[in-house]
């Protein structure tokens, strides 16, 4: 299943990374950034204003591993929108991660023989298992709400206007469902996400904003469309950024 582990995923080199474009070739600001590492710990480099755009424009030898990409992209981004949280941007940003692999969205777990296209289904199967497949069916629900709103909004929209689909509060609805089921169940708390899920469940509209933002920026920059317009003038009616001037 999926933890907030993505930030205790970075290695050494992401660290050297960090230094090398928050420092941008100066020996004395590299020697500053390497005592605050040391001092304060990785947090205090990885949350540094503007460390997302300068890793995307880094130049140098090497690239940001994907680890290191999205971690500091999702915790800026919802930094950006007001969610300053750090294990949930480490969950979300593990979420991202993980189901960026292969067929690993439409399934509860990696090995897990069942399929879902569609959270009709997952709600389907809920009142039918119990236990840890139960469990994990509720945070699915979350997850792959959050991932399809989130990181897809071409594709929300798309369906909705084409093929009458669900809008964005549909996928609200069941996500915040799934997130809320989950923190009540008591397996969340062996796995200490209980606070995660909670928050996740509470935080779900902002933090979906925040996603597409995200996408917006960085996997779909085609010019802006006339739907993509109305989806943000409406979204940051809904929840501002806390500045004008975009993450990435």
Known sequence: MILANLRGRLAADDLR?????????NASRRGYYERRLAADGPDALLDE?????????????????????????????????????????????????EFGFKDRAWRVSPHDDATYRYLHEIVADLDGESG???????????NFSLWLSGVFPEYVTHRRERRGGPDFSYYEALGSRGFRL????????????ADVYRRAAEAFGQLRVALNRLADQTLFRAPTSPDRLLRQVADD???PPLSERPVF
Do not use: K
């Open 17 to 25: 990374m960090v230094i090398e474009v928050l420092s941008r070739g």
């Open 132 to 142: 840890r497949r139960g469990f994990l069916l509720r945070v699915h629900l979350g």
């Open 49 to 97: 204003p503007g460390l997302p755009r300068l890793l995307r424009d880094h130049a140098g030898c090497g690239h940001p591993s994907a680890v290191l990409f999205i971690y500091v992209g999702v915790r800026h981004t919802l930094r950006h929108a007001g969610v300053d949280d750090v294990r949930l941007a480490d969950y979300l940003a593990a979420l991202l991660y």
């Open 182 to 193: 989950a923190a009540d169940h008591r397996l969340a708390r062996e796995v200490d996400l």
């Open 237 to 239: 009616a809904r929840f």
